[in-house]
């Protein structure tokens, strides 16, 4: 893979993320709470965020003014006031040399073990949100006083899971849903989703932040999930008959794995049905082991507008996971061998995943030192990442197929290779996830997602809650029949198959012979 020219910025992708992730250094268990961090951001071209310990001071970021010092003071002895019972002190190292050796945080430890544990997570992640956040407002917040407030709320609780919820609420004041905290068997859970194998039922899900509704983004081709008749955009009410309105999409996909041999039951309700109709439905899914391929290809000939016989590779991505790019290669160099002579590449209903993986894949199709995305970090400062050099594996015309089901790394990829000349876009609007996670693991196993970056595409088109509108829009109207699409894939010489009436296809193979016919022109 060719090289990538990357700024120094955290960068990590889901639900829909992008994302990536990293295990912080382990600290002893004491009564203390012996931390030593230093919560610096880490390089880009690792596209990891890290917690490093005992940094010497000119790793650091530049240096904070007096006052931010005298702040940090006045932080440390506003929490030191009024301890009771058994003190817990963290020591922190943060950002400015002046404080590099040490800054120790003394805060009124709980009695309850489980609770003072997640003291310990709440002070990391303050730390790192104080640190790497992409809003230095703190959505124009005092963030200090907002922990202060915090570790007080949690000292009386005698419960973990309520501890957590403190975390949960202080991160929720922020105003962005994508910077969260997640359990440790949700992250394993992530963990698993971004390797490619889990045992589950072939469900892709994701919580609408406006409405609290789970709603499924895809489900894997003959999956228990697809076998029941379960589609994209229908809604899941229950798991196992617990309502699930609210709850992450990390938490629902917990609920819906587990071992092979076991089943779970999902009450549905059909996103695409009428409110008048009884869409509402209860189905008991067998758990399966689900390999996650990313990649699914067909070759559609066809004969075009000249009478020329070609074939057409068709590429569906259907999430951004670590084998994505290379699993992409093998695919086209497949299909480069059966002769294809141009391409279509399905991001439709792609939520994201790794950003680093979206990357990966652009560079397989652009030359030379292409812009891929834009970032903007926390200053305001923007950062491109450009390619080094790149050599595509193929130059054939290629077409990209988007929808609303388009998130994050897929909208990464389909602004590098539209706004770079090499594809015209096909179908709806795309979601509009324009901000990019890091992911760190905390010294529990929880993890913490956090909004590090913004992005823009290549021509700084902005694609945060506004998405990416396609050149050429497609819609069920466009082929009134499936008779018409029939006849239409029959006099392109394709067989019947699962590709035969999806009109965005048909759309997409229309402007693929415009493109022959335009360069023939040429």
Request: with cysteine.
């Amino acid at each position: 893979m060719d090289a990538l020219r990357r700024p120094n910025l955290d960068h990590i992708n889901s639900s829909p993320i992008s994302s990536i992730y990293t295990k912080t250094p382990q600290t002893p268990t004491s009564s203390t709470l012996p931390y030593k961090y230093r919560f610096s951001s880490s390089n880009f071209n690792g596209y990891h965020s890290k917690c490093k310990v005992s940094t010497p001071p000119q790793a650091l970021p530049k240096a904070n003014s007096n006052e931010s010092v005298e702040s940090n003071k006045k932080l440390v002895a506003s929490i030191a006031k009024g301890l009771i019972g058994l003190a817990a002190a963290v020591s922190v190292c943060l950002d400015s040399p002046a404080l590099a050796e040490s800054l120790t945080i003394a805060f009124p430890a709980s009695r309850t073990h489980e609770v003072n544990a997640v003291q310990r997570t709440l002070v990391e992640t303050w730390g790192l949100i104080r640190e790497t956040f992409v809003d230095p407002t703190f959505n124009h917040q005092d963030w200090d006083s907002k922990f202060q407030q915090t570790m007080v709320e949690m000292l009386p609780l005698r419960t973990a899971d309520a501890a957590y919820s403190k975390i949960k609420g202080m991160l929720s004041t922020l105003g962005d849903p994508f910077t969260r905290i997640i359990s440790p068997k949700e992250y394993q859970s992530f963990r698993i989703g971004s390797d490619g194998n889990v045992q589950g039922v072939g469900l892709f899900v994701n919580t609408e932040p406006e409405t609290g509704h789970l709603v499924v983004l895809s489900c894997v081709e003959g999956s228990p999930a697809a076998r029941a008749g379960i589609h994209v955009g229908d809604e899941l009410i229950e798991i196992n008959g617990e309502r699930v309105k609210g709850i992450s999409g990390e938490a629902a996909a917990q609920k819906l794995r587990g071992h092979v041999g076991t089943s779970v039951t999902v009450k549905v309700h059909n996103g695409k049905k009428l409110a008048i109709d009884s869409s509402f439905r209860e189905v008991k899914l067998p758990r399966e082991f689900i390999r996650l391929s990313p990649i699914s290809s067909a070759i559609i000939p066809h004969k075009t507008p000249n009478g020329h016989v070609s074939k057409t590779g068709y590429v569906k991505l259907l999430a951004f996971s670590q084998t994505a790019a290379t699993d992409m290669k093998h695919a086209i160099r497949e299909l480069e061998n059966q002769g294809v002579e141009s391409y279509i590449l399905d991001l439709r209903n792609n939520p994201g995943g790794l950003v680093k993986a979206g990357l990966d894949v652009a560079q397989i199709w652009l030359d030379g030192d292409e812009t891929l995305v834009n970032t903007i970090d926390r200053d305001g400062n923007m950062l491109p990442i450009n390619m080094i050099n790149g050599h595509a594996l193929t130059r054939d015309p290629l077409v990209v197929l988007v929808n609303e089901g388009s998130a994050s790394a897929s909208e990464i990829l389909a602004g590098a290779l539209h706004d770079n000349g090499r594809a015209k876009l096909i179908g709806n609007r795309t979601f509009g996830k324009g901000k990019i996670q890091s992911v760190t693991e905390l010294h529990d196993g929880s993890a913490l997602f956090i909004t590090v970056a913004k992005y823009l595409s290549p021509a700084l088109h902005a694609i945060d809650q506004v998405g990416i509108a396609p050149d050429v829009q497609c819609t069920t109207e466009m082929l009134n029949s499936s008779k018409e699409s029939a006849a239409f894939m029959r006099k392109k010489g394709v067989a019947s198959s699962s590709l035969e009436g999806d009109s965005c296809i048909l759309v997409a193979e229309r402007e693929l012979d415009n493109q022959e016919s335009k360069g023939s022109a040429s």
